[in-house]
């Protein structure tokens, strides 16, 4: 994936992704360019992934404690 691809934010990713998608499941696409197709989407679902770990990440509360003082809390999925 080139360094612009990468840079893609996580929408206009997606959006090229389900593009890919409903491009392949029509089943018009000739066989080589179908495989291609295929690669590309591979490409965009790593990316995806990576953005979505790295906002996970993220996603932490700020938690004031009795003394005053403020501690990062990570985000809790339950």
């Known amino acids: 994936m080139s360094k612009q691809e990468n840079n893609k934010d996580f929408e206009t990713s997606l959006k090229k992704l389900e593009k890919i ?3 392949l499941e029509n089943g018009d696409l000739p066989l080589e360019e179908s495989i291609k197709t ?12 990576n953005l979505l770990s790295k906002a996970e990440l993220k996603i932490q509360k700020l938690v004031e404690s ?3 003082s403020i ?4 985000f809790d999925e339950e």
């Open 71 to 74: 501690d990062l809390e990570t």
């Open 38 to 49: 295929f690669e590309e989407g591979v490409k965009l679902t790593k990316h995806c992934q």
């Open 21 to 23: 998608v409903s491009d």
């Open 66 to 68: 009795k003394d005053g």
